[in-house]
């Protein structure tokens, strides 16, 4: 089988670097998360992956992956019939892992992705791919039409990339186009973005992060109401999720939390009910 080219913008080139992390813990003896699909797209697609191979932050891409696939689990426990929208999904394979048979799915990203996403996925009555970008206000509009509450939003490594304005800009119109919502999300801290240069694998990559969130409680300032239901750090994720860890992963994990690096306390992941 030839291997299709990720013909990608300098942005959307970053979804490759989950992906490869999925790939590469899929292959494990005892992983974090399981992904059989991620492993073949990694091998169908013409990239120079191995630029990102033994890098600590893969680990750190699975780990967020994980814990964004538990609160879309629970949020479908809670909501059978719900929607799911991932914002910037990338090459995701969210529903694959999630899915109830039942909700109702979005995956939105930029065009250019969403074409690439095409040669792996396809639509379906219940999931849908939406080629558009999260600040356009006409995909909230498709999916108001053709779906129904609650909604459980996933913006995983997405909006760090964003300017603050934008990122104002996406929360409001979440709010405003679906109150009650869930959004999980991850934000980074000031010393992690002056720091990207030097990160593992972002500089790797051109890609360069802009907005700085050093509180989520940011959020609930922008939308009075907001409340902030989780939020975590790498070495401070929910005791379910950090007990069910590979052994070898728990102490990577509480060794980081021991240094208390600014770079690592700085980067959270966190749910928020909009009002």
């Given at each position: 089988m030839a291997q299709r080219g990720a013909d990608l913008?300098?942005?959307?080139?970053?979804?490759?670097?989950?992906?490869?992390?999925?790939?590469?813990?899929?292959?494990?003896?005892?992983?974090?998360?399981?992904?059989?699909?991620?492993e073949e797209i990694v091998a169908a697609i013409d990239y120079d992956f191995a630029r990102f191979d033994h890098l600590p932050s893969l680990t750190g891409t699975v780990l967020r992956t994980s814990l964004f696939d538990r609160w879309a689990a629970d949020f479908l426990t809670a909501h059978p019939d719900g929607t799911v929208v991932e914002i910037g999904t990338g090459l995701n394979t969210r529903f694959e892992r999630t899915d109830n048979g039942r909700a109702r799915w979005f995956e939105l990203d930029l065009p250019d992705v969403i074409e690439l996403r095409r040669t792996f996925f396809t639509d379906t009555p219940r999931r849908t791919t939406l080629p558009a970008s999260v600040t356009d206000e006409a995909w909230a509009t498709t999916v108001a039409a053709h779906s129904g509450g609650p909604y459980f939003f996933a913006a995983e490594a997405v909006l760090p990339f964003l300017t603050e304005a934008d990122v104002h800009h996406v929360v409001d119109l979440l709010a405003t186009r679906f109150p009650g919502s869930t959004l999980a999300l991850d934000t980074t801290g000031p010393s992690f973005v002056d720091a990207q240069d030097q990160h593992d694998a972002l500089s790797k990559v051109d890609a360069r992060m802009q907005w700085t969130c050093a509180d989520p409680t940011q959020l609930a300032e922008w939308q009075p109401g907001a409340r902030i239901l989780a939020s975590h750090t790498l070495s401070s994720l929910p005791t379910p999720m950090y007990g069910a860890l590979p052994a070898a992963t728990q102490e990577m994990l509480t060794g980081l939390a021991a240094q208390r690096l600014p770079q690592v306390e700085e980067y959270r992941l966190s749910l928020v009910q909009l009002p």
């Open positions: 913008g300098t942005i959307q080139e970053t979804l490759l670097i989950p992906l490869y992390g999925r790939a590469v813990e899929n292959r494990k003896k005892d992983p974090i998360l399981t992904d059989p699909r991620a």
